[in-house]
């Protein structure tokens, strides 16, 4: 019996030794983010990218590990911004680490030419598809960004395919062959949004009269199951993705696991990502992955022709060539309804102890997007620091930073009333993510089993949020149509100061972020 007992012991022992190194497990990936000259639909231009790629190289981690990333900015190109900040778009970032987030101004400073800083984030038990980008002013229209994956050795969708790796990752993005500096003072002079010249699959794309750059393939063997983890890196456009005579079934949303659901094409909005399920179960061939665009008049940019943005699905023993099939725009029939994804394991549904209502709207002829009258507006001093040194009541914060400070422990409620604004806007909250009880694709509310997701369109019939103040910090809450976002159109929620003053304990690097950024000239900002 003892040696039963001193066994069992050991062989516990053993399992709870393995997952602690598990859990301390860290990964380590070197950033540079340099100017390269790149043409990925044809017209050579000099970007902002991650190691000189684009899209940048994907960061594949593990769940239960420490994500561990260092950033150092090397860009030189006076023809655009100089400083960087890094964004990764949907992970969770808990109180303790909330200086890590690297919002501009909200969470922390950017990191000044020839800068270096470590983003260290303990991925806990997060997993499913993200991405990272730059998330200084529209920065990232320049090229920064790229995939973030954590694996799950556990995923309970495991058995529904055979292949998720790196060649399964499918980066879908807007694209301009002009760089933000004059297209930001274009839009700021006129209220217009620039319309992109083309759209990217994994960083190809044709634009009209332009070269013919050979599509990206998506490389499958017959009889094989694909999981496409699918991203929406776009700045503006919203995707449509289909893959001709194959169906899709999603599984995940955002992170968020669903119960698998059959359809025939996909709406993503920018920020949004899917996991999909392909069955490469047709005919040795060549096939259209269809991913057309929609995002502004293409009457104001004679490049963009939305059939061009697609890539080829290539069983293997098929020949190096276009599909025979025509370029459409996908099926007509067989949408993807956000209101009938269901979460793989719901969450309970709690009645809001608060509810806030928030009115979109722009200014005509102007870049400004105010949101309940406001329109958003930074400070020099990042709140994060702001708070840590006694700011907590709204008095404290200017009107122009659209600070909602909130209690810790509650259910928060915010409504997107109807609109006539055709123009969907995807909002994302930053370091967390949220409940749908209304999405703007059904007139029903949801407070049985409604899926969680960062990113959600509003705009149409209403859309309706809640999430839950357990996680203290300043988090963005803003359009990621990025050009939209830089217009103002962001809030902060604040979520419970006390806590945040008690608990963040920056690095010294992060403490020298400002001082560091402050020092520079207007242009090298």
């Not at 003892?2 to 997952?19: G, N």
């Not at 990964?27 to 940048?56: E, H, W």
């Not at 400004?368 to 020099?380: D, H, T």
Request: some cysteine.
């Amino acid at each position: 019996m003892q040696l039963f007992t001193a066994a069992l012991f050991f062989s516990l022992f053993k399992v709870a030794l393995s997952a602690a190194v598990q859990a301390r497990a860290v990964k380590d990936f070197n950033i540079d983010v340099v100017n390269a000259n790149l043409a990925p639909d044809g017209f050579n231009r000099s970007t902002v990218v991650a190691n000189g790629q684009f899209p940048g190289p994907a960061i594949l981690v593990n769940k239960g590990e420490t994500l561990r990333v260092t950033v150092n900015n090397k860009l030189t190109d006076s023809t655009m911004r100089r400083s960087t900040a890094f964004n990764f778009d949907g992970i969770f970032f808990r109180t303790a680490n909330a200086y890590d987030e690297a919002e501009p101004f909200v969470n922390s400073c950017p990191i000044a030419p020839e800068g270096t800083f470590t983003y260290e984030i303990p991925l806990d038990d997060q997993t499913g598809t993200f991405w990272y980008h730059s998330e200084l002013s529209v920065q990232y229209v320049d090229g920064l960004r790229g995939p973030l994956i954590i694996y799950d050795p556990e995923d309970p969708h495991r058995s529904l395919y055979d292949v998720d790796d790196k060649s399964t990752i499918v980066q879908l993005a807007d694209w301009w062959q002009n760089s933000t500096l004059p297209l930001m003072e274009g839009y700021a002079a006129t209220g217009i949004v620039p319309v992109s010249d083309s759209g990217l699959v994994n960083g190809a794309g044709r634009f009209n009269g332009g070269p013919e750059v050979p599509w990206s393939v998506i490389n499958v063997v017959q009889g094989k199951r694909y999981r496409l983890r699918v991203i929406n890196a776009s700045a503006r456009n919203v995707f449509t993705i289909s893959a001709d005579s194959h169906n899709l079934t999603v599984i995940e949303a955002d992170g968020e696991a669903t119960q698998p659901l059959t359809v025939q094409k996909i709406e993503i909005f920018a920020g949004q990502r899917y996991s999909v399920i392909l069955e490469a179960n047709q005919p040795v061939g060549n096939y259209w992955f269809n991913a057309p665009f929609v995002g502004g008049s293409p009457a104001r940019n004679p490049n963009q022709n939305a059939t061009l943005s697609r890539a080829i699905i290539r069983y293997e023993g098929a020949s190096e060539a276009d599909p025979t099939g025509p370029m459409t725009l996908g099926p007509d029939d067989g949408a993807l309804i956000e209101a009938d994804l269901v979460p793989f394991t719901p969450t309970p549904v709690s009645d809001p102890d608060i509810t806030i209502t928030m009115d979109l709207e722009v200014v005509a002829g102007k870049a400004i997007w105010n949101v309940n009258g406001v329109s958003y507006l930074p400070e020099k001093v990042p709140t994060l620091e702001r708070v840590m040194e006694g700011a907590s009541q709204p008095s404290d914060f200017n009107t122009t930073e659209n600070v909602f400070v909130l209690p810790a422990n509650k259910t928060v409620e915010i409504v997107f009333p109807p609109t006539d604004d055709d123009d969907a806007h995807p909002l994302h909250l930053h370091g967390n993510n949220f409940q749908v009880i209304k999405s703007m694709s059904s007139p029903a509310n949801n407070t049985v089993n409604p899926i969680r997701r960062d990113v959600v369109a509003v705009g149409g019939s209403g859309t309706t949020i809640r999430f839950n103040t357990d996680n203290a910090g300043p988090w963005l809450f803003h359009c990621h149509i990025f050009w939209h976002k830089q217009a103002g159109l962001a809030t902060i929620m604040l979520v419970d100061p006390a806590t945040v003053q008690s608990t963040v304990k920056p690095s010294k690097a992060w403490e020298a972020l400002c001082p560091a950024y402050n020092a520079l000239p207007a242009e090298l900002q």
